[in-house]
């Protein structure tokens, strides 16, 4: 059975490098060939999260018109392309660089750098996200806290929130009874499908993560299919 994690960076880095990249890309992708129902309706919920991020960007700033981004953990640039279309100034990082050329791909096949909304095509480098170092007005992370257990989540919160000037929106899988319960059931029955292993979250661990480093909760939301679930957070830093 395919089991990755526990914290183990090489193994994540390993995954997303070849089957976990096969089956990202699919997920993530546009072709409903050789996509059962379950990989749909996580197809779905993620594009929904997407979406909210974007509404919830832009609900703070207005236009996104040379902000700079930084979307750590890009996968397949779900979210980079879109913003560089709102005219942010994007740099772009995964630790799998299957997925990041993939995602440079897909960029310079969707943006026409220029134009007359001041499209920038988005800056991509192979890098984890404790290797990152330039600061950005925003950062933002989408489901890649799943990867992380809640001992090595702390840290990850804390470098993100050190990287972002104004603010930083994470999404994660929430740790509520019923997931806890789907999670268990995925681990009893592994199958070729079967999900990488996964940390849920509590929400309040994450609050008290980003509370520790002098940051605060200013807005949330939640995306709900039936196999996807995932809770969205922006956060600021207190004195602002
Ligand atoms: N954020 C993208 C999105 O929402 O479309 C991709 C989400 S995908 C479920 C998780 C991504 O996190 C994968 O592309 C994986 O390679 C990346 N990842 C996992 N651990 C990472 C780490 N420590 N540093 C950087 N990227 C990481």
Redo the contacts with the bound molecule.
């Keep these: 059975a395919e089991e990755i994690g526990g914290g183990d960076?090489e193994v994540?880095k390993d995954y997303?490098n070849n089957t976990g990249f096969q089956r990202?890309k699919k997920i993530?992708g546009q072709s409903t060939e050789d996509v059962n129902k379950v990989q749909l309706d996580i197809r779905i919920g993620?594009a929904k999260?997407?979406e909210n991020t974007i509404l919830m960007l832009k609900d703070g700033s207005g236009s996104l018109s040379g902000i700079t981004i930084c979307?750590?953990?890009?996968?397949?640039g779900?979210?980079s392309i879109p913003l560089a279309k709102e005219g942010a100034i994007v740099s772009a990082?995964?630790?799998?660089a299957a997925?990041v050329s993939e995602a440079k791909r897909k960029a310079e096949e969707s943006l026409v750098e220029g134009g007359t909304s001041g499209v920038t095509m988005p800056k991509f480098e192979v890098?984890?996200?404790?290797g990152l170092k330039a600061k950005n007005h925003t950062v933002v992370c989408?489901?890649?806290l799943?990867?992380y257990p809640q001992s090595k989540a702390d840290g990850m919160i804390a470098h993100l929130a050190s990287l972002a000037e104004e603010r930083l929106v994470i999404s994660f899988a929430p740790k509520t009874f019923y997931l806890s319960i789907l999670k268990r059931i995925g681990e009893l029955f592994p199958g070729p499908s079967k999900a990488t292993r996964a940390y849920l979250h509590a929400e309040k661990d994450v609050e008290a993560a980003l509370n520790k480093v002098g940051w605060k909760i200013s807005k949330r939301g939640i995306v709900t299919t039936k196999f996807y679930f995932s809770k969205l957070i922006e956060a600021v830093p207190v004195s602002s």
């Excluded at 979307?71 to 397949?76: L, R, V």
């Excluded at 890098?127 to 404790?130: C, G, N, R, V, Y």
Aim: charge should be negative; proline fraction near 0%; include cysteine.
């Design positions: 960076t994540v997303f990202w993530y993620h999260t997407v979307d750590a953990g890009c996968g397949t779900s979210l990082s995964d630790i799998s997925m890098s984890d996200l404790e989408l489901d890649v799943i990867h």
